[in-house]
């Protein structure tokens, strides 16, 4: 059987489709790409650009952000596919000027260094945090090893995890 790839090369771009969904608190109206990922949405079509994509496969955790409160990884979903959801990103957590406790620990222990890892990794911690204010250490280690940090500070990152659990209370 032979396959027209002339044909497939110049099949249009599908159109944009209107998508409606609410980021940390915020209703948004917008029209996406339906090939554009979840990742590239929030940074160039909503400004959010505290959510970084650095592997672009599911592999590093540097994209990930909560959706209906769970954590995902942004760069395997398409903006589509939250269309009716509700997100929070890295800009979410912050109360105006007050840092989350688990910035704060971040910042107080030194949990980065370039911060390209960062907002994935407390976006994770955040969400084991909010099931579990009290976790073993196993589930501190499960959470932290979904996440690549290539200055490889894992020793700061741990050592935070552990500050925040404190000034949450757990
Ligand atoms: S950019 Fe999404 S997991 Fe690496
Ligand atoms: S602090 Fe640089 S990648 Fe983690």
Redesign the pocket.
């Known amino acids: 059987m032979s396959v027209d790839i002339r044909s497939q090369a110049e099949a249009p771009e599908a159109a944009p489709r209107a998508i409606t969904l609410t980021v940390n608190g915020k209703r948004y109206s917008a029209r996406a790409e339906p090939r554009k990922t979840l ?1 590239d949405f929030l940074r160039e079509d909503l400004g959010l650009t505290g959510t ?13 952000v909560l959706l209906n409160g769970a954590a995902v ?4 979903m398409l903006a589509v596919q939250a269309d009716g959801q509700e997100l929070m990103t890295i800009e979410g957590l912050a109360d105006g000027n007050q840092l989350h406790p688990i910035q704060q620990a971040f910042w107080e222990e030194h949990g980065l260094q370039c911060g390209y890892c960062t907002a ?1 990794i407390i976006m994770s911690l955040y969400e084991m945090l909010r099931r579990n204010p009290k976790p073993s250490d196993e589930e501190i280690y499960d959470t932290l090893g979904g996440h ?1 940090c290539r200055c490889t500070g894992y020793q700061d990152i741990l050592k935070s995890a552990k500050l925040a659990i404190k000034l949450i209370g757990g």
């Not at 970084?52 to 990930?64: D, F, K, L, P």
């Not at 990884?73 to 395997?76: G, M, Q, V």
């Open positions: 990742a970084r994509v650095g592997c672009e496969h599911g592999s590093c955790g540097a994209c990930t990884r942004s760069c395997l994935g690549l």
